[in-house]
């Protein structure tokens, strides 16, 4: 079993800055990609950035200069520091891992449960 807990969300004005959470718990093979997804009401979810496990990184075209995307691998934990907040920012934020559980399977996305980043103006 894999669990994802997530830490950090909360309420901030225009401008300012939180930082995210998110520890991996469990049994795996492997640990791939790392990242965080967030979706606004009435909105698809998408990408916000992805960390792979070299610490290459990817990142949504909105954020870029704004958000940094880090990990810890020795705590199974990545973290999303978000800067210079907008109001279009706000949304739920959602952890993903990759990884596999056992050698020869293949390799699956988890998530976690979401916390809410809401940027007022």
């Known amino acids: 079993q894999v669990q994802l807990v997530e830490s950090g969300g909360g309420l901030v004005q225009a401008g300012g800055s939180l930082r995210l959470s998110c520890a991996a718990f469990?049994?795996?093979?492997?640990?791939?990609?790392m990242g965080w997804y967030r979706q606004a009401p009435g909105k698809q979810r998408e990408l916000v950035a992805s960390?792979?496990?070299?610490?290459?990184?990817n990142y949504a075209d909105s954020v870029k200069g704004r958000f940094t995307i880090s990990r810890d691998n020795a705590k199974n934990t990545v973290y999303l520091q978000m800067g210079s907040l907008k109001p279009e920012d706000t949304a739920v934020y959602f952890c993903?891992?990759?990884?596999?559980?056992?050698?020869?399977?293949?390799?699956?996305?988890?998530w976690g449960q979401g916390t809410q980043v809401t940027v007022s103006s």
């Open positions: 993903n891992v990759n990884l596999k559980r056992r050698i020869g399977m293949l390799y699956q996305d988890y």
């Open positions: 469990g049994n795996w093979f492997s640990l791939n990609t």
């Open positions: 960390i792979a496990f070299s610490s290459s990184t």
